[in-house]
């Protein structure tokens, strides 16, 4: 009696060939580079803004500074923490990983 066995699945080399297997479709790449996206340039004009504004804004009647640069700081730090949770959000949905990149050159 013979026994079915499943086929055996491809390896990504072999689903690179083109034609060798039918295209899977899938997500796809979700993220792309941090340099590419309207959140970083977001990010450093905030981070523009907090430093210019602590900068600018200068002391009140009675002598004290209103936004010291301890305060911008910490501004700054908290919108560093939410820049870079989005990014780990973004990449957490995404099926593409470095290592699985196709070797340049690999026929």
């Not at 504004?53 to 500074?65: P, R």
């Amino acid at each position: 009696m013979a026994t079915a066995t499943a086929p055996a699945r491809p390896s990504s080399r072999q689903m690179a060939e083109p034609g060798a297997y039918p295209t899977i479709v899938g997500r796809g790449d979700e993220t792309k580079p941090s340099t590419r996206t309207t959140e970083f340039y977001i990010y450093l004009v905030a981070v523009a803004g907090v430093m210019l504004a602590s900068y600018l804004v200068g002391k009140d009647s009675a002598g004290n500074d209103v936004f010291r640069a301890d305060k911008a700081w910490w501004f700054i730090s908290v919108l560093t923490i939410g820049y870079l949770l989005s990014r780990g959000l973004a990449k957490a949905g995404s099926l593409w990983r470095r290592s699985e990149e196709p070797e340049r050159g690999a026929r």
